[in-house]
């Protein structure tokens, strides 16, 4: 069952467009929809206009009957751009090239350098994440990666995901995901701070707090069962990512792995990314 609504009329580029908004009862679940219906054109007309206008642009909706094209900013951008019918398409390897709000914590451990910058999917946010944590161990190194799990604005799973630079120990922690609806919008790090006479970890655990994409509603905070690891402690929590924005990128400071080294510490900081 389906619940249309159509209201406001754009233009873009030379096409006028009807905005729609409208709920779809998909095995038992309401999700959101939020589309511009393009007017009458070919298949590949409708695919090359997703490319052409691709900041409104995230999902394709093609009616043959009507040769309607419709574009939704919200869904799933799928990496593979291997059809020009149906939904959730978009060209191969999309990537935000910008970012309006940097987060960080000041607790961040001293050791290691900065690695690369990581996005998700244009159009994809931030819905979960899942660590790489080394247990036990003669040089434990604790926290050596931070994964975060890309979706929709909606919060839906996308399929896709960011890390960032990592350490090779430890083994992958099972991923948690955010309320229904609400993406990672800030963090705190829990950070063992240096100490000439112990085994050095870095970081050891790290949390998050959800939200909303568009307002403050929704705020929960969240993190991997306990919630805690073996050394350190957590610091004051990161700034937040402003409304109608969400973290969808990551960078890590990665320390070890030199055959020089003796007390291995892994990851030590990490900053996330906004995106509107």
């Known amino acids: 069952m389906s619940f249309l609504f ?9 096409y006028q467009t009807t ?39 995230c999902e394709i909706t093609y009616v043959k009957s009507s040769k309607e094209c419709k574009l939704g900013p919200s869904g799933c951008c799928h990496m593979e751009f291997n059809k020009v019918s149906g939904s959730n398409i978009l060209h191969p ?8 709000y940097t987060l960080s914590v000041s607790n961040g451990g ?19 994440y899942k660590m790489k944590i080394e247990g036990p161990h003669t040089d434990r190194t604790e926290l050596n990666a931070i994964e975060i ?14 890390s960032s630079g990592q350490q090779e120990w430890g083994g992958w922690t099972d991923e948690v995901l ?14 063992q701070q240096y100490n000439v006479v112990v085994d050095n970890t870095g970081a050891n655990y790290v949390k998050f707090k959800c939200r909303d994409f568009k307002n403050d509603a929704g ?3 969240m993190s991997y069962p306990p919630g805690y690891g073996a050394y350190g402690s957590y610091g004051e929590w990161s700034d937040a990512c402003p409304v109608n924005s969400a973290i969808c990128g990551i960078q890590t400071k990665i320390h070890g792995g030199n055959p020089y080294v003796q007390d291995d510490t892994a990851l030590n900081d990490v900053k996330f990314f906004c995106c509107e």
Request: aromatic content about 12%; some cysteine.
């Open 19 to 57: 905005k729609e908004f409208f709920r779809v009862d998909k095995n038992k679940e309401i999700r959101s929809m939020d589309l511009e219906v393009i007017g009458s054109m070919s298949e590949v007309q409708c695919a090359a206009f997703c490319e052409e206008n691709s900041d409104i642009c």
């Open 219 to 221: 705020n929960f905070d």
């Open 110 to 128: 001293v050791f290691g350098d900065w690695t690369y910058q990581e996005f998700c999917t244009k159009g994809h946010y931030a819905v979960g």
């Open 149 to 162: 799990i890309c979706g929709s604005r909606g919060g839906v799973p996308c399929g896709d995901i960011s």
């Open 93 to 100: 390897g999309r990537k935000f090239n910008d970012y309006i």
């Open 178 to 191: 955010c309320p229904a609806k609400t993406l990672l919008v800030a963090f705190s790090l829990q950070v």
């Open 6 to 14: 159509q209201n406001v009329r754009l233009t873009v580029g030379k």
